[in-house]
């Protein structure tokens, strides 16, 4: 079993920061990549930013210049760290990795439970 634990949402007014953190546990053999994904009310979960073990990123365009991913591989956690924070950015978000728990398995994904980040003034 894999579990991803998550911590950091709240509520911030527009402008605020707010850093999240993912710490991934349990049977793991190797992690591919570990990102953050978003839902809003009625929209569909989406990408937000990821970063592979090898130190490869990726933002959607929304984000990029205000939020900030970074990972530390041998504690198998990720960070957010969300700056100029608007109201539109309020979901609920959602750790992710893509691992392996054997060297002869394929790739799984696996999910935090989410943590809500409500921006409002």
């Known amino acids: 079993q894999v579990h991803l634990v998550e911590s950091g949402g709240g509520s911030v007014q527009p402008g605020g920061s707010l850093r999240l953190s993912c710490a991934a546990s349990?049977?793991?053999?190797?992690?591919?990549?570990m990102g953050w994904y978003r839902q809003a009310p009625g929209k569909q979960r989406e990408l937000i930013a990821s970063?592979?073990?090898?130190?490869?990123?990726n933002y959607t365009d929304s984000v990029k210049g205000r939020f900030t991913i970074s990972r530390d591989n041998a504690e198998k956690t990720v960070h957010l760290q969300m700056n100029s924070l608007k109201p539109e950015d309020t979901a609920v978000y959602y750790c992710?990795?893509?691992?392996?728990?054997?060297?002869?398995?394929?790739?799984?994904?696996?999910w935090g439970q989410g943590t809500q980040v409500t921006v409002s003034s």
């Open positions: 992710h990795t893509e691992l392996i728990q054997s060297p002869v398995d394929r790739s799984s994904d696996y």
């Open positions: 349990g049977n793991i053999f190797m992690i591919y990549s």
């Open positions: 970063r592979t073990t090898s130190g490869r990123t």
